[in-house]
């Protein structure tokens, strides 16, 4: 059984950065798309970053194209979301998932696999 569990998330200003961490446990013997998906409260849950199976295609969504970078560590099972110029509307709590697509999938439906999500809050 695979696991994905997330980590970094925190309070922070406006303006500010973090760097989220989202690591794979349990059957690593086969390879992941992964993703970032956040919900907002009182919204749904909105597609943020993908990235394929090798670390060499990603795909972002609008409201952070520019500000957000996904990278992976495959030696390490971990992919990581840099994301800085945070505003308040970047609020949310944000999800870690993992797909057997090939490529950068940015639907919900292309995952299967789920973190529990960490909570992002940026301050005014």
């Known amino acids: 059984q695979v696991q994905l569990v997330e980590s970094g998330g925190g309070v922070v200003q406006a303006g500010g950065s973090l760097r989220l961490s989202c690591t794979v446990s349990?059957?690593?013997?086969?390879?992941?798309?992964l993703g970032w998906f956040r919900q907002a409260p009182g919204k749904a849950r909105e597609f943020v970053a993908s990235?394929?199976?090798?670390?060499?295609?990603?795909e972002y969504s609008g409201p952070v194209k520019g500000r957000f970078t996904i990278t992976r560590d495959n030696a390490r099972n971990t992919t990581y979301l840099q994301m800085n110029s945070l505003n308040p509307e970047d609020t949310a709590i944000y999800y870690c998932?993992?797909?057997?697509?090939?490529?950068?999938?940015?639907?919900?439906?292309?995952?299967?696999?789920w973190g529990q999500g960490t909570l992002v809050t940026v301050s005014s």
């Open positions: 990235i394929d199976r090798t670390g060499t295609m990603a």
């Open positions: 998932a993992g797909s057997g697509w090939f490529g950068a999938p940015t639907k919900s439906d292309d995952y299967k696999i």
């Open positions: 349990g059957r690593t013997d086969r390879s992941y798309a």
